[in-house]
């Protein structure tokens, strides 16, 4: 950490280059869900869903970037070998193997919603201690609130064409 960075902080500089660490491990995995998941996907609104997975699968890797940045200008070296993210990261990356998008939504559903909980957890550790941190963490936090917020409408969407298609063939 820089001289200045420790100089007005009083974190556990271990304790939040670990979040940090599993973030970014967290961040890269949820890449590879996103992106596995619009190769295979199939089902109704495939084509909008790949999209939309497609968008998402973009901005974690971004996230993954801002926090490889944060690490290094915290004196850390991002996790270096891709086989150690899924040790790393306590959000778990699920396999794509029941390709029905639905299936792909609530998997994905399940990551964002634990993405949200280690980006609140880091804001509440670096609010008023590490801004730059903070500020980084809380950008990341709005953008997997909005993921959790489409994957859901989609699974929504499709429940509704069920229940509109269900009554249509009474």
């Not at 490889?68 to 193997?97: H, N």
């Not at 639905?102 to 919603?113: D, G």
Request: proline share 3%; aromatic share 10%; charged share 30%.
């Amino acid at each position: 950490m820089g001289e200045m960075a420790q100089k007005i902080s009083n974190l556990n500089e271990k304790e939040l280059m670990e979040q940090l660490q599993i973030a970014f491990a967290e961040e890269w995995l949820a890449y590879y869900q996103y992106w596995l998941g619009a190769q295979v996907a199939v089902g109704p609104l495939r084509d909008s869903i790949e999209e939309e997975f497609m968008e998402h699968a973009g901005q974690e890797l971004k996230h993954a970037k801002w926090l490889s940045d944060r690490i290094i200008q915290l004196g850390g070296t991002p996790i270096l070998d891709p086989k150690d993210w899924e040790s790393t990261a306590q959000c778990r990356y699920a396999a794509p193997e029941k390709p029905y998008v639905m299936n792909l939504l609530e998997q994905n559903l399940v990551a964002e919603r634990c993405a949200i909980a280690r980006y609140q957890k880091i804001c509440d550790m670096t609010f008023g201690k590490d801004y730059e941190t903070f500020r980084i963490s809380e950008k990341i936090l709005k953008e997997e609130l909005e993921h959790e917020q489409e994957v859901g409408d989609f699974m929504d969407d499709i429940r509704e064409g069920v229940k509109y298609g269900d009554k249509k063939q009474d």
